[in-house]
């Protein structure tokens, strides 16, 4: 069992255990104490959440590990992570640290101390299908914190060896079994942040990692210089706020220059797109053929919308959309939906 010291995975270990299986505690290292465990209570690893794991796993009567992966993740997310922002790109380092580390180095210890599966506490459902003879990846039943975007990447194989305790849970329901069971981590508070950017201060993790950031023109379509900015690293597609520049009406970025080290910006119309490509595609279902009706999300809760998927020979797919979307964003995920079925994803490029 994955376990962040948090209330999901603290539930999601009760659960299973409560279920008949033999549960292994086990918390992932990401970095080093001089950087996680003194910069804030809501850091990724920092040692409260260690402690409370420790804590969970004598309250529910659990072995516990701590597995150090610092090397493998700086490897596989923090340098991910950079390079992607000096492209000019908007990274997902969930996606990437559940591929590569979670189900990557985490699952191989795993199975290094005898265990059979890996459980976490996101919200989502692994379901067998015997008509199809495969595993399926599903929305969770509270469709608020459904986490399966982030989990597209997942294949046949790891699916096998996966188990979502919390998939049919709603939140409320969890919170209130942690504090009937006795878990002190019952009303503990959860992050929406960025895990090794606590309070999403990207400005202060990018001093410490990329030598020097050099700021840049602000331009419009027509290349006229509206302002500067502080280094591409700083921005997104379709941010507003920011930009130190006003106008008759508001501003977005509507495309990252990274070779020319420019933001371009424009209007809101500008900023939106009826169309996509992405590349790299992972299908969990048979890869398709031809075009497809289906939902699409481009960014982890951001709503589904229909669109036209159309598959290419090099692996990749066009995406139409019915109406234009705002901020299709390269380095972000696109993920293929059909009902509540995840079929697969890409990243958009």
Request: glycine share 8%; aromatic share 10%; charged share 30%.
């Amino acid at each position: 069992m994955a376990m962040s010291g948090g209330v999901d995975s603290a539930v999601s270990a009760y659960l299973l255990k409560d279920d008949g299986y033999e549960i292994i505690g086990a918390t992932i290292k990401f970095w080093s104490k001089e950087i996680c465990g003194f910069d804030t209570p809501r850091a990724c690893c920092n040692l409260k959440s260690i402690e409370d794991c420790r804590l969970i796993a004598e309250r529910i009567k659990i072995p516990y590990y701590v597995f150090n992966l610092e090397k493998e993740f700086k490897k596989e997310v923090i340098d991910y992570f950079i390079e992607e922002y000096l492209r000019g790109h908007t990274p997902n380092p969930c996606i990437v640290c559940n591929e590569k580390i979670k189900w990557g180095y985490f699952l191989k210890k795993a199975k290094e101390i005898g265990a059979d599966f890996i459980a976490t506490g996101h919200y989502a459902q692994v379901v067998y299908s015997k008509e199809e003879k495969r595993f399926l990846l599903k929305e969770a039943s509270d469709k608020e914190k459904d986490q399966s975007y982030v989990l597209f990447s997942l294949n046949q194989n790891l699916l096998a060896q996966t188990i979502f305790p919390l998939g049919n849970y709603k939140k409320s329901a969890v919170r209130n079994l942690a504090k009937r069971i006795g878990l002190p981590v019952y009303d503990k508070r959860e992050s929406q942040d960025i895990c090794f950017i606590p309070g999403r201060d990207k400005k202060e993790f990018f001093k410490k990692f990329i030598p020097e950031i050099k700021p840049g023109p602000i331009l419009n379509k027509e290349g006229k210089v509206l302002g500067e900015h502080k280094g591409i690293v700083f921005y997104t597609l379709g941010q507003r706020e920011g930009l130190g520049i006003s106008g008759q009406k508001p501003l977005y970025v509507i495309k990252i220059d990274a070779q020319n080290n420019a933001l371009i910006v424009g209007d809101k119309k500008e900023a939106m797109s009826q169309r996509l490509e992405a590349k790299n595609l992972n299908w969990i279902v048979d890869k398709p053929e031809g075009e497809l009706n289906l939902e699409v999300r481009i960014r982890y809760r951001h709503p589904k919308s229909p669109a036209v998927v159309i598959s290419q020979k090099d692996n990749s797919v066009e995406v139409v959309f019915q109406t234009p979307q705002f901020a299709v964003t390269p380095g972000q995920a696109v993920v293929f939906y059909k009902d509540d079925l995840v079929l697969g994803g890409g990243w958009i490029v």
